[in-house]
């Protein structure tokens, strides 16, 4: 039998208005938005109605897509969709956390909180800046990073496609030289360098709270974007690899590569945006994926005709 993956998103994917249809359209959804409201006020009101400036505001971006993604995951439950693997990219990864049942849904919300505003600290600290390279091999890039001081290759997300993090005094030079050896860079809306060195302020921070969490073993296989491998089950691993995330690399074509490898041939994007769905067509094109709004989508038509509605792979 085919198995499905779940995949949440990271930050950049969010925008005003995210989420507002499941909570319209979905009570479970709902009771996901009233139950992060009464723990994080606001929280419904800055996703369905922004203003953009305050949602982009990383302090604030992280616990609101966490509330979009834990919402679409529980309203593809309650019409019988059931994953046998998770992942997420950056951000999306602790709500893996959750959906696989290593954290509880307070818990996930206590960390990306305080993820959030650690990693803004962070960029604060050095201005950093982010670009997508695109038309370049993987080993051009890297070794166009190596000319620049302090710039790393950081999302390797699709063939095509990697982003690197570097100082935003050097954007402009390293956009040229992109240029030059016929790729096409472009920055990216994002606070921070995050996913390198930039980052070791906040994982350093994000130390000091992590034994404030509680850690199962799991119910499904979350694969950690960092290792491309499924998470262990010791508490002590895990925390090792939910801070290791923050400073490192996001292996993400890697983790998909591994994935497919291990029998998953179907992949529901479950969040704001359709960022995950662009990179996994890149990524091996024999594989399905579908987008959560599209899942609920059908089985919505299906039900309001009066017809029986099964996901089938």
Not at 60 to 81: C, D, M
Not at 164 to 189: C, Y
Not at 266 to 290: A, H, M, N, Q
């Amino acid at each position: 039998m085919a198995k499905i993956a779940l995949l949440f998103p990271g930050q950049g994917s969010q925008f005003v208005g995210m989420g507002k249809p499941l909570y319209e359209l979905s009570p479970t959804a709902k009771a996901v938005f009233d139950q992060i409201d009464a723990l994080h006020p606001g929280t419904s009101a800055l996703c369905f109605e922004g203003p953009a400036e305050a949602l982009n505001q990383t302090h604030n971006t992280q616990p609101s897509i966490f509330a979009v993604e834990l919402a679409a995951l529980a309203a593809l439950q309650r019409v019988g969709v059931q994953a046998q693997g998770i992942a997420g990219f950056s951000l999306g990864e602790v709500t893996g956390l959750v959906a696989a049942g290593i954290l509880s849904m307070e818990d996930g919300l206590k960390f990306v909180k305080k993820r959030g505003r650690a990693m803004e600290e962070a960029s604060q600290m050095t201005p950093a800046s982010m670009v997508a390279v695109l038309k370049l091999d993987n080993a051009k890039v890297e070794a166009l990073c190596k000319e620049f001081n302090q710039c790393y290759p950081v999302n390797y997300n699709c063939p095509g496609q990697l982003v690197v993090a570097l100082l935003r005094e050097d954007q402009d030079a390293f956009l040229g030289r992109a240029k030059e050896l016929g790729g096409r860079g472009i920055p990216l809306t994002l606070s921070g360098g995050f996913h390198s060195p930039f980052m070791t302020y906040a994982t350093k921070q994000l130390e000091q709270k992590i034994y404030e969490l509680t850690f199962s073993a799991g119910t499904i296989p979350l694969y950690s974007n960092a290792y491309a491998k499924p998470y262990p089950t010791s508490p002590v691993d895990i925390r090792n690899y939910i801070l290791h995330q923050i400073n490192h690399p996001v292996l993400w074509e890697q983790t998909i590569r591994n994935m497919i490898d291990d029998g998953f041939t179907t992949f529901i994007e479950c969040g704001p945006g359709k960022t995950l769905s662009g990179f996994i067509k890149k990524i091996d094109k024999s594989v399905t994926c579908y987008h959560v709004e599209t899942v609920l989508t059908d089985y919505l038509q299906a039900k309001n005709a009066g017809k029986e509605w099964s996901f089938i792979c």
